[in-house]
Each structure stands twice: as structure tokens, then as C-alpha cells.
């Protein structure tokens, strides 16, 4: 009972310091895992993961985008925050007259991240003019045929606390591909600032902690990665708690210093926004 005891322990996406009560989270489910060294039919859960979304069904009238996410936000592949609008601008051209959904393949995307607030799904289907636009109730699993399941426990457990490998056609948990860095974080992501930045996501998207998410993404920024720098800008300026949008600014600036084209392009998109507030209370 040990090693379960202390998965128990380590692999809990609701850690204690998380307000997550209004998502309902209890219980607990154990992924099924393997090791390369030990069997042939173990494979990474990153190429599974791209290969159950490749096999979900699809048609002229459906339009489908498989991603990391949270109740909050959402990421592309390398793990850099995609805003609404970032994902609006990417469907609008796709939608030829034919397509009447979008699919936003991605934990939690459907469920509102509080009382009152509305889902990713309900804010890209705004963002596209009141387009239908649907996400998923919870953690994301996919099967091999690409069919596909919600779950919302409170801990899950696994055996081991390195990269994610699987049996050969065991279902995918979607939020630990991107998950399992956080638990290597301590131990190597000191000296290794793409980790760490990866550790951030993850404690956004499998354990769904902002405030940890954005300590690490400020860490790494410090260290040298440029999305870590962009995604901690885009989380405060979200926040827009006092001091969040001259720390944002900072970060921007960090970003692009890093040699960062979206940060460029953030950063003068947010001062044309400030000049034209500081005018605007001037002409009145």
C-alpha cells in the first residue's frame, strides 16, 4: 500500500492551497501507466495523446480543436496561453458556411470557472459573434478510437512521478501529458528553464493552481524562457489585480528582450491601449 499512499499524496490536482469547490471535485481514479524499460508495448502519452485526437470523429459540419486547458485558460502545443481572441482569430476563417460547431476538445472548457463567470466554450462562441461553440464538463480522457469521457475526482493516482508512458490502447489522461513536470520541478528544473516553464502549466492544467502556475512562469521568465515570460503577462493582465498590469508590462518587456514576437506584439498592443485611455481622459 506505500507507493499508492504516497501517489495518493503527490498526485492530487485539487492540492490543498487551490480553491476548486466549485467544480464539484471528490473521489479519486488511478491512471494507468507502464514503463519503457519494462515492456515493449509502452508508449509516451504525448504521441498516444496525438493519436486518439487525430481519430476523433469529424465531418463538414463540425470544426474540432484538441488542447490543453483549464476552466480559465487554454494552451497550444508549446504551451504558451492562447487568449479567446487568440483562438476566435484561428476559427474564423474556418468557418466556410458549412461548419455549424465548434468543438473545444480540452478539460474543462464547457464548465464556468465561478458563479456567474462563463465557460472558455461560451467565451470563443461570443468572440465569434454568438457562434456555437461546446467544451468539455471536466479532466479529459481519449480512447485509441477517439472517443472520449469526462472525469472530475479530486486526486489521481499513478505509480511513479517521471514522464507519462502508458500500455499500448489504454485510455490517455489528457491534463498529466501535461501534467507530469510539476513533479520533476524541484529536483532538475533549477537548471533547466523550459521545465520549469512546463512545470507551470501544469500546475494550471493538472492541478489547477493559478497562484502556483504563476509564481513558476515567473520564475522561469527570470531564468530565461521567453512563453514563460508571455503566459505570467497574460495571467496578470487577466488578473488585473492592483500592480498586475505594470508587472504584465514588465514581463512583456522581459519576453522581449528574450528575442519573443508575440510578447513584441503584446506590448505594443497594451501601451496603444494605454495611449488611447490617457487621450481619451484627456479630450473629456
Given amino acids: 500500500m506505500k507507493p499508492i499512499l504516497l501517489a495518493l499524496c503527490l498526485f ?10 466549485h467544480l464539484g471535485l471528490s473521489g479519486s481514479l488511478k491512471v494507468e501507466t507502464c ?21 476523433i470523429a469529424d465531418s463538414d459540419a463540425l470544426f474540432t480543436i484538441a488542447l490543453q486547458a483549464n476552466p480559465w485558460r487554454m494552451y497550444d502545443g508549446q504551451m504558451r496561453i492562447l487568449t479567446v481572441e487568440d483562438l476566435a482569430d484561428t476559427i474564423r476563417p474556418q468557418l466556410d458556411g458549412k461548419v455549424e460547431r465548434v468543438e473545444l476538445i480540452g478539460s474543462w472548457t464547457g ?17 465569434l459573434g454568438g457562434f456555437p461553440v461546446t467544451g468539455e464538463d471536466g479532466f479529459l480522457w481519449l ?23 502508458l500500455p499500448k490502447n489504454a485510455d490517455v489522461f489528457s491534463p498529466l501529458v501535461a501534467g ?25 492544467v493538472f492541478f489547477l493552481c493559478p497562484d502556483k502556475a504563476l509564481a513558476s512562469f515567473e520564475q522561469a521568465a527570470a531564468m530565461g524562457n521567453a512563453i514563460a515570460a508571455y503566459n505570467a503577462a497574460t495571467m496578470r493582465l487577466e488578473r ?37 485611455v490617457r487621450m481619451g481622459k484627456a479630450s473629456s
Fill in 12 to 21: 492530487s490536482p485539487a492540492a490543498l492551497a487551490c480553491d476548486t469547490s
Fill in 35 to 55: 514503463s519503457p524499460q519494462e515492456s515493449s508495448d509502452c508508449i509516451n502519452a504525448a504521441q498516444a495523446l496525438y493519436e486518439y485526437s487525430e481519430a
Fill in 111 to 127: 464548465v464556468s470557472p465561478a458563479p456567474g463567470v462563463p465557460s472558455l466554450a461560451e467565451r470563443v462562441s461570443k468572440a
Fill in 143 to 165: 480512447s485509441q478510437d477517439g472517443t472520449r469521457r469526462t472525469t472530475r475526482q479530486a486526486f489521481t493516482l499513478r505509480e511513479g512521478a517521471g514522464a507519462y508512458f
Fill in 180 to 204: 507530469w513536470p510539476a513533479f520533476v520541478q524541484e529536483r532538475v528544473g533549477s537548471d533547466d528553464p523550459e521545465l520549469m516553464m512546463l512545470a507551470a502549466a501544469a500546475w494550471d
Fill in 240 to 276: 488585473d489585480a492592483d500592480g498586475d498590469r505594470d508587472a504584465a508590462i514588465k514581463l512583456l518587456e522581459r519576453g522581449v528582450e528574450l528575442g519573443d514576437d508575440r510578447s513584441r506584439s503584446r506590448l505594443k498592443a497594451e501601451r496603444a491601449g494605454e495611449r488611447s
